[in-house]
């Protein structure tokens, strides 16, 4: 049986989000700086990228989150201007995942400061609105 509560699938399907992010996170992070920080360049990590952008291969433009993987390459490398460089919101969404994910280890708000004016989901939902909002003004701007 695949799916069965024994199986692997199954019991990735019957646990949370909250509960695979907390594991799977921390896993990205160390392969990730395992394997990008042995090469010298960016663009010549950014080769071992599998997926490359479908929008821009159909279109020739670039869409809003073209260079992202390049910065997280370079955060990865620990090289935080050469991040912003290749795309400016790289570096703010992965130290936003990060502060989720801390969030969520030690069942804290980090920001106490976030609860006293908003509830902490309605701060994270108008946050992540905003980042979607400058997205789509970056993949605009971009192209023209």
């Given at each position: 049986m695949l799916f069965n509560k024994h199986s692997l699938i199954g019991i990735?399907?019957?646990?949370?989000?909250?509960?695979?992010?907390?594991?799977?996170?921390p896993i990205f992070l160390i392969v990730g700086f395992l394997f990008f920080s042995r090469f010298q360049q960016v663009e010549e990590a950014a080769k071992w990228v599998?997926?490359?952008?479908?929008?821009?291969?159909v279109t020739g433009l670039l869409c809003p989150t073209c260079g992202m993987t390049r910065s997280f390459?370079?955060?990865?490398?620990?090289?935080?201007?050469?991040?912003?460089?290749?795309?400016?919101?790289?570096?703010?969404?992965?130290?936003?995942?990060?502060?989720?994910?801390?969030?969520?280890?030690f069942n804290k708000n980090v920001f106490p400061f976030l609860a006293v004016?908003?509830?902490?989901?309605?701060?994270?939902?108008?946050?992540?609105?905003?980042?979607l909002f400058?997205?789509?003004?970056?993949?605009?701007?971009?192209?023209?």
């Open positions: 990735l399907v019957t646990m949370n989000f909250k509960k695979i992010f907390l594991v799977v996170y599998i997926l490359k952008c479908p929008f821009h291969f390459i370079a955060i990865f490398q620990g090289d935080l201007h050469a991040s912003i460089r290749f795309h400016p919101i790289g570096a703010i969404l992965f130290l936003s995942i990060f502060i989720y994910w801390f969030m969520l280890l004016k908003y509830k902490t989901m309605n701060a994270w939902r108008w946050s992540g609105n905003s980042i400058i997205y789509i003004l970056w993949g605009v701007y971009r192209n023209f």
